[in-house]
């Protein structure tokens, strides 16, 4: 009998677990309006939330250098404060996936917006475009997600 509980007990807590993966970030998604949106372009870093209390504001913390993403037609490149980050990406729907790319490795005084990215970026999932100008890049992970602000000019 102990044994059954026991077996019971964790297929609840495991089914627990998968029906929560499985959901996805729908509280993000539910808000978005445009999900078949344009990402190409470049738009600005403005904030990387790693958790409740981890965030990195990349404007804040190097004022003088624009950090940005540069969506193409199949490709993305982002340029930080000291280093640059590249791959392919592809978005269905709502779905994005940044995969692997080459990333350049130069040690700065200043490497915040590197460190966030190289934690979140493999677990982006789903992009939601507001006004076509504010992007949020939703991981996997509750409470995690980038926010990019639409480049409206050249510079």
Known sequence: MKLQLKSL???????AIIATACSGNKEHNDSCANTNADIRGK?????IVLNDSMSVRPAEETPDTPQYVIF??????IRTNCNSISGPYYVNGDSIT?????MT?????????EDA????LPNIATICIENDSTARLNSRNQGEYVVLRKEMYSE
């Open 72 to 77: 193409d037609d199949s490709t993305y490149s």
């Open 9 to 15: 007990s964790v297929f609840v807590a495991a089914s």
């Open 43 to 47: 738009w600005y870093l403005e904030n």
């Open 105 to 113: 490795e130069m040690a700065c005084d200043n490497m915040a917006t």
């Open 117 to 120: 990215l190289r934690e979140i």
């Open 98 to 102: 940044l995969g692997d790319g080459p």
